[in-house]
Nanobody, 123 residues
């Protein structure tokens, strides 16, 4: 499995951050991974944002749930993240990952991860 994040590297405060993860080597509708989004703010640890399953079930971190939406485009084998009303505190490296069931939220990096993309929130 390979994953690649894409999207703008700079977002203005109060706007919506939108990222897409393109998956190859596995189908997001067939494999039993948790197709996940994780971020790492500068100087801090990993923060798990949420995931979408092959059955289109989503889960969001309670701390981000009100601003987060994860969806998928099955025809392109992609899944996406939208984070609304961003502030500079949302500045981070954002990762998408294929996480095996039962390993979501673990402190290490379970499964297969994309290389990450830097998103900076600034006016």
């Amino acid at each position: 499995v390979q994953l690649q994040e894409s999207g703008p590297g700079l977002v203005k405060p109060s706007q919506t951050l939108s990222l897409t993860c393109t998956v190859s080597g596995a189908s997001i509708t067939a494999n039993s991974y948790l197709w996940s989004w994780i971020r790492q703010p500068p100087g801090k640890g990993l923060e798990w944002i949420g995931y979408i399953t092959r059955r289109d079930i989503t889960y969001y971190s309670p701390s981000l749930e009100s601003r987060t939406s994860i969806s998928r485009t099955t025809s392109n084998n992609q899944f996406s993240l939208q984070l609304t009303s961003v502030t500079p505190q949302d500045t981070a490296v954002y990762y998408c990952a294929a996480v095996p069931i039962g390993q979501y939220g673990k402190g290490y990096r379970p499964g297969t991860w994309g290389q990450g993309t830097q998103v900076t929130v600034s006016s």
